[in-house]
């Protein structure tokens, strides 16, 4: 029996939960685990005994053409699976640059994977390029291969901006050239950022250009991260993004209006999932949820986290918010110390040499909390991503004050609550 709750979107049936591009798309051997299947390395087949196909879940694909990064998407993607370095994942929210390129290699190994991908019959998001003529170039090349298949799962084109956020002028090109080649069969999708507040604005220039819809928010930066993981540049995501993107979503979804498609990426974890439904999302989107968990385990967690009513009563609503537009401010601003205390940390206990391979941050920890430093802002509740911070009443004399109260079960130690801490206040420390 099919546990995949699905929405219409364009037309078509599609899974609430997809899987972003990145590492997990860039090569056969996640996308054979993601969808059931058994893989060679070169062919997929159905696998009877894997616990997606036995509870008929279904997530639709995002899949990179072209990447900034190198080519080592498959070696990161093995990385990223070690225990200590899914747990640094998690709580470090940095999105390495590991997205595999397929500049020069378009027709010897990007086509050949779209077609082992269409195999699994999954919806597929295309991601097409960030300049207007490779996005027309890659959008030409892909229609001309599916013309040699039959009935094909519901196939969109997606654009990202997130390298385009200095110039309008270039959004609103790479939007036109995609909608253009595309024409009326394959919808289109823009991947908006945050772009310092302008995202309004972008997001309504997708519409009067004729996309289909949008999907945000994407990884935020880039961050000068040679202090964080040796990379020549890095992009946050994860835990702290989940902070802004579903009040991002209802933000767009009230502006555009709650029929126009939006598909919501950006710190999307079990703890949290159902707030983005809540404010307007017809489908949500997970990257580093599945970095952290593996493709399996992190779907049918995914699932069954959306089906649990106990989420939903963790859930905070956008307009429970008297100013929406300056509680994204702020929150955007609070990333930025998180960002910044994260490379302090980075450049104090980590040999950058030796990146990913980040030992330092792999014990286990727990939260200390200085009363005497605490003022009850409960700005670190606003703040933690996985609920797991509830204010605690204590009774001083005719008066009483709020303190943190962490759930353990709950807590993911990614320590974005550290860091917004005004009066720095609350630590990270090894578990004794």
């Not at 009850?376 to 703040?383: E, R, S, T």
Request: proline share 6%; glycine share 8%.
């Amino acid at each position: 029996m099919s546990e995949c709750p699905t929405a219409n979107i364009c037309g078509y049936e599609i899974p609430l939960i997809g899987v972003a591009s990145g590492p997990h798309t860039a090569s056969i051997k996640p996308i054979a685990e993601f969808t059931g299947h058994a893989s060679d390395g070169r062919d997929l087949d159905i696998d009877k005994d894997s616990p997606i196909t036995q509870r008929g879940i279904q997530p639709f694909l995002a899949m990179k053409t072209m990447g900034g990064g190198p080519s080592r998407g498959a070696e990161a993607l093995d990385s990223i699976r070690e225990p200590d370095t899914r747990r640094i994942m998690m709580r470090a929210g940095v999105s390495m640059n590991c997205e595999t390129s397929f500049a020069g290699r378009f027709k010897q190994e990007y086509l050949p994977l779209l077609e082992q991908a269409l195999k699994t019959n999954s919806p597929l998001f295309i991601s097409v390029g960030y300049e207007a003529d490779e996005i027309e170039r890659n959008i030409r090349e892909i229609k001309n291969f599916l013309t040699l298949f039959t009935g094909l799962p519901p196939i969109f084109f997606e654009v990202s901006l997130h390298h385009s956020k200095d110039d309008p002028n270039k959004a609103r090109d790479r939007v036109r050239a995609a909608v253009k080649a595309a024409g009326w069969i394959y919808p289109v999708f823009v991947k908006i950022s945050y772009y310092d507040g302008h995202y309004l604005e972008i997001a309504q220039m997708i519409k009067e250009e004729g996309a289909a819809g949008i999907v945000g928010i994407n990884s935020l930066g880039p961050y000068d991260s040679q202090r964080m993981l040796a990379e020549e540049e890095g992009w946050l995501a994860g835990l702290p993004l989940s902070e802004i993107s579903p009040l991002i979503c209802r933000r767009v979804k009230e502006t555009l209006g709650a029929d126009y498609p939006y598909i919501a990426v950006g710190g999307v974890t079990t703890h949290n999932i159902q707030e983005y439904f809540e404010n307007g999302a017809d489908a949500v989107e997970a990257c580093t949820h599945f970095l952290a968990h593996g493709p399996e385990e992190g779907l049918m967690m995914l699932h069954d986290a959306l089906q649990e009513n106990a989420v939903q009563a963790r859930c905070r609503v956008a307009d429970t918010f008297k100013n929406l537009e300056q509680e994204i401010a702020r929150r955007h601003k609070g990333i930025g110390r998180y960002v910044e205390t994260l490379g302090q940390f980075f450049a104090t206990n980590i040999d950058l040499g030796r990146s990913p391979e980040l030992h330092s941050l792999t014990e286990p920890l727990t939260l200390s909390l200085n009363e005497e430093s605490c003022t009850g802002c409960m700005d670190c509740m606003d703040a933690c991503g996985s609920r797991a911070i509830t204010p605690l009443v204590v009774a001083e004399g005719l008066e009483s004050r709020a303190f943190p109260d962490v759930d353990p079960e709950l807590c993911e130690d990614c320590s974005l609550c550290v860091t917004v801490c005004p009066n720095g206040a609350l630590t990270l420390k090894e578990i004794e």
